[in-house]
């Protein structure tokens, strides 16, 4: 959306990491992203942390950041790295790089599910559930007052952040659909296209661009 709506809304943080879904059940822990791929092999850092916060039988849905070594911004071309296919290298990165997760809706505790649910319901089940979690695991920041969210989109972009999710209080969970609102940042600049790769579905669509940009040299560099 182009501007923030107002209502009966519930406004969070837009993290820029890895959009990621928690299934525990006791010692067994499975990291999920948002197009189903297992991640749970290049987190195990995660993994351990997760186990000690996270209630014994649950279903989260949250984010996987990097947060820079000065605590004062998201690295996301960092966290890309760690998608590695070399064991070896994973545990390296684990070591040097480790993550974080955010948490900010819960699906399931227990033998309770909560797709049903408003998420205002949801919210307030998942800060009871977290209510002792210790860093690299936290609860999102939320906000139900507008000129606070505002104030979040201005002053967290420098942070790294994408904007403001603004999700309605009285909505169930709806898989695969965008019943938010997103109110991110506009962001421009002259590029040149140097090539594509077609999308998976098919030849007739465009997957990525190879965009290249000039440097204060007037030089053409690859991005």
Excluded at 98 to 113: E, I, K, M, S
Excluded at 156 to 167: M, R, S, Y
Aim: with cysteine; hydrophobic share 40%.
């Amino acid at each position: 959306v182009t501007a923030l709506p107002e209502g009966e809304y519930s406004y969070e943080p837009k993290w820029d990491g890895f959009r990621s879904i928690i299934f525990r059940d006791g010692d067994e822990l499975e990291i999920g992203s948002r197009n189903e791929k297992p991640m749970t092999r290049y987190f195990p850092e995660l993994v351990e942390a997760l186990k000690a916060n996270l209630p014994e039988r649950c279903v989260v849905d949250g984010e996987i950041i990097l947060i820079s070594d000065s605590g004062k911004r998201l690295e996301f071309e960092v966290l890309q790295q760690r998608i590695h296919p070399a064991a070896s290298r994973v545990k390296l990165l684990a070591e040097q790089t480790p993550a974080a997760f955010v948490a900010f809706d819960l699906l399931a505790l227990d033998d309770t599910g909560f797709l049903d649910r408003p998420y205002a319901e949801r919210r307030s089940a998942l800060e009871a559930a977290l209510a002792d979690a210790a860093a690299p695991v936290y609860l999102t920041a939320r906000t139900t007052e507008p000129g606070t969210a505002q104030r979040w989109f201005s002053e967290l972009e420098g942070a790294g952040l994408d904007g403001i999710v603004a999700k309605p209080l009285a909505d169930s969970y709806e898989p695969g659909k965008r019943t938010m609102a997103k109110y991110k940042h506009e962001r421009t600049a002259d590029c040149v296209l140097a090539g594509y790769r077609v999308h998976k579905s098919g030849p007739d669509a465009v997957g990525s661009l190879l965009l290249g940009l000039y440097n204060d040299d007037g030089e053409l560099t690859n991005v």
